[in-house]
């Protein structure tokens, strides 16, 4: 057990490690494109199933409540939270639908669209990048490989792994970076 323990920790590590250093740029680029967002009074909207619906709540939680600094709370919300709008989209149109619904209901134009999934391929993901890409919403992409969702969002970080597990635990360390990122840059300690 000791040498399995040991294996998983070290293939998290390096997934991250890869994950971080090849997205550099980017994570920078998104850290000012939140920030700038949320300073001109936009929101986030954040979006994934399973395992990715709860980094989702996790990071809008991150948000709205704080990080690490003391701080007002930023708009950021998880769509994957109201039961009756996601069972009602899903049962009156189609789960494909539920995401987008909401995005069409709650986007404007210069908020963020944030969708994650560790397949890239989830069909409600993708649906709602283009309904946001539609809006002038920006959007990003947190996806494994890549997938169809890769091709439509605007900012996308894929992850270089095959492993869900692995996939989610890069995808929380790089959302644990933006908001500490998004933090410190709007409130800057002195």
Known sequence: MKKIILQQLEESLQIKRQFIEKHLDRIIFAAEKIAACISAGNKILIFGNGGSAADAQHLAAEFVNRFKIERPPLAAIALTTDTSILTSIGNDYRFDDI????????????????????????????????????????????TGRGGALAKCAKLVFTAPSDDTARIQEAHITLGHILCDLVERTLFPQE
């Not at 709650?106 to 409600?124: H, M």
């Open 99 to 142: 995401f987008s619904k909401q995005i069409e209901a709650l986007g404007k134009k210069n908020d963020i669209a944030w969708g994650i999934s560790t397949s890239g391929n989830s069909r409600n993901i993708i649906q709602a990048i283009e309904v946001a890409n539609e809006k002038e919403i920006f959007s990003i992409a947190l």
